[in-house]
């Protein structure tokens, strides 16, 4: 059982850059890959990006270069760092977490974060 919340969300203006955090209770973190997803208000859940245990990642086309997705084990803490932020960014960010190996499908991930409001605006 693994527990996530999110945190860093915020408003910021079309450029600029936020840090989100994911923290992860459960002694079996590390094994656990971590998949960042976001809702825009009338859209559907989107992949954003995700890493595996060893560090591998993987990002939806739109934030490549801008957004990076690094893991601290010992902290049990995902981050997700957005650079060069869009309005079209703006959405509900959430962390989730699933076993061994990389996945964009939501339904591949069995655990979730509440979730942290993101705003950027133009």
């Known amino acids: 059982q693994v527990q996530l919340v999110e945190s860093g969300g915020g408003l910021v203006q079309a450029g600029g850059s936020l840090r989100l955090s994911c923290a992860a209770s459960?002694?079996?973190?590390?094994?656990?890959?971590i998949g960042w997803f976001r809702q825009a208000p009338g859209k559907e859940r989107e992949f954003v990006g995700t890493?595996?245990?060893?560090?591998?990642?993987d990002y939806t086309n739109s934030v490549k270069g801008r957004f990076t997705i690094a893991r601290d084990n010992a902290k049990n803490t995902v981050y997700l760092q957005m650079n060069s932020l869009k309005s079209e960014d703006t959405a509900v960010y959430y962390c989730?977490?699933?076993?061994?190996?990389?996945?964009?499908?939501?339904?591949?991930?069995?655990?979730w974060g509440q979730g942290t409001q993101v705003t950027v605006s133009s």
């Open positions: 989730a977490a699933k076993g061994y190996g990389l996945a964009q499908e939501i339904t591949n991930f069995n655990y």
């Open positions: 459960g002694r079996t973190f590390s094994t656990y890959t």
């Open positions: 890493i595996s245990w060893s560090g591998s990642t």
